[in-house]
Protein backbone atom coordinates (compact mmCIF):
# COMPACT_ATOMS: atom_id res chain seq x y z
CA UNK A 1 0.00 0.00 0.00
CA UNK A 2 1.90 3.59 -1.25
CA UNK A 3 2.36 5.73 1.82
CA UNK A 4 1.45 9.29 2.01
CA UNK A 5 2.81 11.54 -0.97
CA UNK A 6 3.12 15.20 -0.53
CA UNK A 7 3.69 17.83 -3.59
CA UNK A 8 5.92 19.48 -4.25
CA UNK A 9 9.17 18.33 -1.61
CA UNK A 10 10.72 21.64 -1.95
CA UNK A 11 9.44 25.35 -2.70
CA UNK A 12 10.95 28.51 -2.81
CA UNK A 13 8.93 31.63 -2.68
CA UNK A 14 8.97 35.30 -2.27
CA UNK A 15 7.51 37.30 0.34
CA UNK A 16 3.73 38.11 -0.47
CA UNK A 17 3.79 35.65 -2.95
CA UNK A 18 1.15 32.30 -2.46
CA UNK A 19 1.55 28.95 -2.10
CA UNK A 20 -0.77 25.29 -2.29
CA UNK A 21 0.59 22.39 -1.26
CA UNK A 22 -0.58 18.74 -1.88
CA UNK A 23 -1.13 15.26 0.21
CA UNK A 24 -2.14 12.54 -1.18
CA UNK A 25 -3.15 10.37 1.99
CA UNK A 26 -2.83 6.47 1.88
CA UNK A 27 -5.92 4.56 0.22
CA UNK A 28 -8.76 4.35 2.61
CA UNK A 29 -7.37 7.40 5.10
CA UNK A 30 -10.06 9.82 5.07
CA UNK A 31 -8.80 12.16 7.60
CA UNK A 32 -5.82 14.45 6.38
CA UNK A 33 -4.19 16.92 9.08
CA UNK A 34 -1.83 19.64 8.43
CA UNK A 35 1.09 20.18 11.07
CA UNK A 36 3.80 23.35 10.30
CA UNK A 37 7.51 22.02 11.63
CA UNK A 38 10.15 24.95 12.57
CA UNK A 39 13.36 24.14 15.00
CA UNK A 40 12.01 26.95 16.86
CA UNK A 41 8.29 25.56 17.44
CA UNK A 42 8.31 22.18 16.50
CA UNK A 43 5.49 20.38 15.10
CA UNK A 44 2.18 22.80 15.36
CA UNK A 45 -0.83 21.21 14.66
CA UNK A 46 -2.76 23.42 11.54
CA UNK A 47 -5.94 21.80 11.02
CA UNK A 48 -7.62 18.71 10.35
CA UNK A 49 -9.96 17.59 7.47
CA UNK A 50 -11.83 14.93 7.12
CA UNK A 51 -15.31 14.14 4.52
CA UNK A 52 -14.48 17.09 3.10
CA UNK A 53 -14.90 19.36 6.17
CA UNK A 54 -12.32 21.29 8.66
CA UNK A 55 -13.27 19.34 11.79
CA UNK A 56 -10.52 20.93 13.99
CA UNK A 57 -8.05 24.04 13.76
CA UNK A 58 -4.71 25.51 15.15
CA UNK A 59 -3.73 28.55 16.47
CA UNK A 60 -2.47 30.25 12.69
CA UNK A 61 -3.57 33.02 11.36
CA UNK A 62 -6.20 33.31 8.59
CA UNK A 63 -3.77 33.05 6.16
CA UNK A 64 -3.60 29.50 6.21
CA UNK A 65 -5.97 27.87 4.71
CA UNK A 66 -7.17 24.14 3.48
CA UNK A 67 -9.30 22.17 1.56
CA UNK A 68 -10.31 18.30 0.67
CA UNK A 69 -11.76 16.83 -2.14
CA UNK A 70 -14.04 14.21 -2.48
CA UNK A 71 -11.00 11.49 -3.29
CA UNK A 72 -9.93 13.01 0.08
CA UNK A 73 -6.84 14.47 -1.25
CA UNK A 74 -5.95 17.71 0.62
CA UNK A 75 -4.20 20.91 -0.47
CA UNK A 76 -3.28 23.75 1.69
CA UNK A 77 -2.43 27.55 1.02
CA UNK A 78 -0.50 30.34 2.78
CA UNK A 79 -1.01 33.71 1.02
CA UNK A 80 0.75 37.06 1.39
CA UNK A 81 3.61 34.49 2.39
CA UNK A 82 5.88 36.30 5.34
CA UNK A 83 9.78 35.04 6.33
CA UNK A 84 8.56 33.12 9.52
CA UNK A 85 6.89 30.56 7.37
CA UNK A 86 9.54 29.34 5.98
CA UNK A 87 9.51 25.86 7.53
CA UNK A 88 8.46 22.05 6.93
CA UNK A 89 4.57 20.92 6.20
CA UNK A 90 3.59 17.83 6.85
CA UNK A 91 0.25 16.13 6.16
CA UNK A 92 -0.73 13.03 8.25
CA UNK A 93 -3.44 11.04 7.66
CA UNK A 94 -5.03 9.02 9.19
CA UNK A 95 -6.85 5.23 9.45
CA UNK A 96 -9.43 3.73 7.77
CA UNK A 97 -12.97 5.14 9.63
CA UNK A 98 -11.10 8.56 10.53
CA UNK A 99 -14.28 8.72 13.30
CA UNK A 100 -11.68 8.07 16.73
CA UNK A 101 -8.93 10.16 17.67
CA UNK A 102 -6.94 7.28 18.14
CA UNK A 103 -6.59 6.24 15.16
CA UNK A 104 -2.70 6.61 14.23
CA UNK A 105 -1.77 9.15 12.29
CA UNK A 106 1.06 8.60 9.14
CA UNK A 107 3.29 11.26 8.16
CA UNK A 108 4.49 12.26 4.66
CA UNK A 109 7.51 13.45 3.71
CA UNK A 110 6.98 16.81 4.13
CA UNK A 111 7.10 19.86 1.62
CA UNK A 112 10.29 22.15 2.56
CA UNK A 113 8.90 26.06 1.66
CA UNK A 114 11.59 28.86 2.15
CA UNK A 115 10.92 32.29 1.49
CA UNK A 116 13.01 35.10 0.59
CA UNK B 1 20.16 16.89 5.99
CA UNK B 2 17.90 19.16 6.99
CA UNK B 3 17.57 19.47 10.48
CA UNK B 4 14.10 19.41 12.55
CA UNK B 5 15.36 21.00 15.77
CA UNK B 6 18.35 22.94 16.04
CA UNK B 7 17.81 23.17 20.27
CA UNK B 8 16.88 19.43 20.42
CA UNK B 9 18.08 17.34 23.95
CA UNK B 10 20.77 14.85 22.49
CA UNK B 11 20.76 11.36 24.22
CA UNK B 12 24.11 9.89 23.03
CA UNK B 13 24.82 5.83 23.65
CA UNK B 14 26.60 3.34 22.33
CA UNK B 15 25.76 1.04 19.89
CA UNK B 16 24.23 -2.44 21.72
CA UNK B 17 23.48 -0.51 24.75
CA UNK B 18 19.66 0.24 25.45
CA UNK B 19 18.48 3.68 25.31
CA UNK B 20 15.83 5.43 27.39
CA UNK B 21 13.97 8.88 25.76
CA UNK B 22 12.07 10.44 28.59
CA UNK B 23 8.51 12.45 27.59
CA UNK B 24 6.13 14.96 29.87
CA UNK B 25 3.04 15.19 28.64
CA UNK B 26 0.52 17.83 29.22
CA UNK B 27 -2.83 17.14 29.01
CA UNK B 28 -4.15 15.25 32.50
CA UNK B 29 -6.84 13.89 29.66
CA UNK B 30 -4.82 12.96 27.06
CA UNK B 31 -6.08 8.92 26.25
CA UNK B 32 -4.02 8.18 23.31
CA UNK B 33 0.03 8.54 23.37
CA UNK B 34 2.36 7.93 20.25
CA UNK B 35 6.18 7.40 19.47
CA UNK B 36 7.75 8.91 16.50
CA UNK B 37 11.19 8.44 14.97
CA UNK B 38 12.16 11.32 12.23
CA UNK B 39 15.31 10.95 10.23
CA UNK B 40 16.61 13.58 8.15
CA UNK B 41 14.77 14.35 4.83
CA UNK B 42 11.61 12.34 6.22
CA UNK B 43 8.24 12.67 8.22
CA UNK B 44 7.58 11.48 11.38
CA UNK B 45 7.79 7.52 11.03
CA UNK B 46 5.11 5.60 13.68
CA UNK B 47 6.88 3.71 16.33
CA UNK B 48 4.76 2.35 18.50
CA UNK B 49 1.42 3.45 20.57
CA UNK B 50 -0.36 2.75 23.73
CA UNK B 51 -3.76 3.91 24.73
CA UNK B 52 -4.40 5.38 29.24
CA UNK B 53 -5.69 1.88 29.60
CA UNK B 54 -2.16 0.29 29.71
CA UNK B 55 1.09 1.29 31.60
CA UNK B 56 3.12 -0.85 28.99
CA UNK B 57 3.74 -2.11 25.63
CA UNK B 58 6.55 -3.91 23.36
CA UNK B 59 7.46 -3.66 20.23
CA UNK B 60 10.26 -5.49 18.28
CA UNK B 61 12.93 -3.79 20.30
CA UNK B 62 11.14 -1.03 21.85
CA UNK B 63 8.86 -0.23 24.63
CA UNK B 64 6.41 2.32 25.77
CA UNK B 65 6.10 2.69 29.44
CA UNK B 66 2.92 4.94 30.82
CA UNK B 67 3.12 6.78 33.93
CA UNK B 68 -0.43 8.77 33.97
CA UNK B 69 0.40 9.90 37.79
CA UNK B 70 3.30 12.04 36.86
CA UNK B 71 1.66 12.92 33.37
CA UNK B 72 5.23 10.92 32.36
CA UNK B 73 6.09 8.89 29.07
CA UNK B 74 9.30 6.98 27.87
CA UNK B 75 10.68 4.77 25.24
CA UNK B 76 12.72 2.19 25.07
CA UNK B 77 15.04 1.35 22.40
CA UNK B 78 17.00 -2.44 22.94
CA UNK B 79 20.57 -3.08 21.54
CA UNK B 80 20.19 0.08 20.22
CA UNK B 81 21.81 0.35 16.63
CA UNK B 82 23.33 3.22 14.12
CA UNK B 83 19.98 2.88 12.40
CA UNK B 84 18.19 4.65 15.16
CA UNK B 85 20.14 7.65 15.26
CA UNK B 86 17.27 10.06 14.74
CA UNK B 87 14.57 12.42 16.62
CA UNK B 88 12.12 11.05 18.73
CA UNK B 89 8.67 12.16 19.09
CA UNK B 90 5.77 11.73 21.69
CA UNK B 91 2.67 12.71 20.97
CA UNK B 92 -0.61 13.15 22.69
CA UNK B 93 -4.01 13.11 22.30
CA UNK B 94 -7.64 13.36 24.20
CA UNK B 95 -10.36 12.73 21.59
CA UNK B 96 -10.31 16.17 20.07
CA UNK B 97 -8.15 14.77 16.90
CA UNK B 98 -6.29 17.01 17.51
CA UNK B 99 -2.52 15.92 18.04
CA UNK B 100 0.40 17.64 20.27
CA UNK B 101 3.84 17.02 19.90
CA UNK B 102 6.53 17.09 22.48
CA UNK B 103 9.68 19.10 21.47
CA UNK B 104 11.46 15.98 20.55
CA UNK B 105 15.10 14.29 21.82
CA UNK B 106 17.86 13.61 19.29
CA UNK B 107 19.29 10.53 19.38
CA UNK B 108 22.75 9.47 18.77
CA UNK B 109 24.16 6.43 18.28
CA UNK B 110 27.57 5.66 18.75
CA UNK B 111 30.01 3.10 17.42
Known amino acids: KAGVTQTPRYLIKTRGQQVTLSCSPI?????VSWYQQTPGQGLQFLFE???????NKGNFPGRFSGRQFSNSRSEMNVSTLELGDSALYLC???????????????FGPGTRLTVL | GESVGLHLPTLSVQEGDNSIINCAYS??????FIWYKQESGKGPQFIID?????DKRQGQRVTVLLNKTVKHLSLQIAATQPGDSAVYFC??????????FGTGTRLKVLA
Open chain 1, 92 to 106: ATRGASGTSSTDTQY
Open chain 1, 27 to 31: SGHRS
Open chain 1, 49 to 55: YFSETQR
Open chain 2, 27 to 32: NSASDY
Open chain 2, 50 to 54: IRSNM
Open chain 2, 91 to 100: AETSGTYKYI
